[in-house]
Structure formats: structure tokens, C-alpha cells
Nanobody
Framework: VQLQASGGGLVQAGGSLRLSCVAS????????MAWFRQTPGKEREFVVSISYNGGSTVYADSVKGRFTISRDNAKNTVYLQMNSLKPEDTAVYLC?????????????????WGQGTQVTVSS
């Protein structure tokens, strides 16, 4: 599975961005998906995951109420709507495909990773 993330950019604090991640494989609809983020010198941080059918989501406390994950299995695409962005949200955002239909925050649950898209939030 190849994952292509896009939608990052530079935005002011309080602004919004919508990230997209397109998967190359049709069986995308069987797998949970997630967004992680990473900044230089820090460990990869879980942001949010979504089950294979979109019926279950898990959010990191730091983004609850501000970020929303969704997916369109017909388009092999998962989205991350980010609102009320803060400077501490600045990172490379990576999408990941899990081995199973449901997955949480652990990176070992995910087999396939996209290349990431840079999100920069200015104060």
C-alpha cells in the first residue's frame, strides 16, 4: 500500500487546514487508518485513528475538539480537518494504514506509512 498525504502548509494560529491521504490499494476499506505527527528530535506522536468503516475514532487529548478525522472508502482517502490550530501543532503529519480494521495509538499497529506533509502554524 502506498500512501500519499497532502494539504499541509503555513497558517496563522487559529486557522484551519484539511489534510488528505490517498491510498493506492482497494482493500484500503478493510484497514484502520491514522494520522501521526513528528517534529525534529521528538518521537512520533499519535494524533487520531479511524476504524475501517469510520464508525470508531480515537483522538489524542491534545487535539480533541479541534481536529476531525473522516474517510471516504470509495475514494481510498482519509481526511484530517484541523481547526483552531496552535503553534504547537507544527509538525510533519504522516498518515498510516493499520494491519487490522481497528487500531489505536501504538505505532506497531501500523504497517504502511506515507511520506508526510508539513504543517506550520505561526503565532
Amino acid at each position: 500500500v502506498q500512501l500519499q498525504a497532502s494539504g499541509g502548509g503555513l497558517v496563522q494560529a487559529g486557522g484551519s487546514l484539511r489534510l488528505s491521504c490517498v491510498a493506492s490499494r482497494r482493500t484500503f476499506s478493510n484497514n484502520a487508518m491514522a494520522w501521526f505527527r513528528q517534529t525534529p528530535g521528538k518521537e512520533r506522536e499519535f494524533v487520531v485513528s479511524i476504524s475501517y468503516n469510520g464508525g470508531s475514532t480515537v483522538y489524542a487529548d491534545s487535539v480533541k475538539g479541534r481536529f476531525t478525522i473522516s474517510r471516504d472508502n470509495a475514494k481510498n482517502t482519509v481526511y484530517l480537518q484541523m481547526n483552531s490550530l496552535k503553534p504547537e501543532d507544527t509538525a510533519v503529519y504522516l498518515c498510516a494504514a493499520a494491519l487490522r480494521s481497528y487500531a489505536g495509538a501504538g505505532t506497531d499497529a501500523y504497517r504502511h506509512w506515507g511520506q508526510g506533509t508539513q504543517v506550520t502554524v505561526s503565532s
